[in-house]
């Protein structure tokens, strides 16, 4: 009986020993895995604070505006500022006294030479005026 309680000393020692080698190898293992996972979280904070933070984009899916008030408005009218290179055609505003409407059919030929107001001294080419209304 005694050499058997020997043999399952020696047995539980050596189930022992067995048992503590592999818990220091997976302690070990577990160690090197925490170190690597706190370097990479160290390399993200310094990245994190290297770089501008960044709010996340607002996204706006609908927009419902009841009223509107208007401060001041300015129109401005810039007319004076344009350039006229040709004028053609007639112009009427309110009552017109002074002259006939053109008649239907007035050809080229019929129409009255005018020449550019202001200039006596120089020659100035002569516009020929003519209307024709659609048919």
């Given at each position: 009986m005694?050499?058997?309680?020997?043999?399952?000393?020696?047995m539980?020692?050596?189930?022992?020993?067995m048992?503590l080698?592999?818990?220091?190898?997976?302690e070990?293992?577990?160690r090197?895995k925490?170190?690597?996972?706190?370097?990479?979280?160290?390399?993200l904070e310094m990245?994190?604070?290297?770089?501008?933070a960044?709010?996340?984009?607002?996204?706006?899916?609908?927009l419902?505006i009841?009223r509107v008030?208007i401060?001041?408005?300015?129109?401005?009218?810039?007319?004076?500022?344009?350039?006229i290179?040709e004028?053609?055609?007639?112009?009427n505003v309110?009552?017109n006294?002074?002259g006939?409407?053109?008649?239907?059919?007035?050809s080229?030929?019929?129409?009255?030479?005018?020449?550019p107001a202001?200039?006596?001294?120089?020659?100035?080419?002569?516009?020929?005026?003519?209307?024709?209304?659609?048919?």
């Amino acid at each position: 009986m005694k050499l058997e309680l020997n043999q399952g000393w020696t047995m539980l020692k050596k189930l022992r020993q067995m048992l503590l080698r592999e818990w220091y190898r997976q302690e070990k293992n577990l160690r090197l895995k925490l170190a690597e996972l706190e370097e990479r979280v160290h390399e993200l904070e310094m990245r994190q604070a290297s770089e501008p933070a960044q709010p996340p984009p607002v996204v706006i899916e609908q927009l419902s505006i009841d009223r509107v008030i208007i401060d001041r408005v300015e129109l401005n009218n810039n007319i004076g500022a344009l350039g006229i290179r040709e004028l053609s055609g007639m112009l009427n505003v309110g009552a017109n006294y002074g002259g006939a409407a053109p008649t239907k059919g007035r050809s080229a030929r019929d129409a009255p030479t005018v020449s550019p107001a202001g200039s006596k001294d120089k020659p100035q080419p002569k516009y020929r005026i003519h209307f024709q209304e659609p048919e």
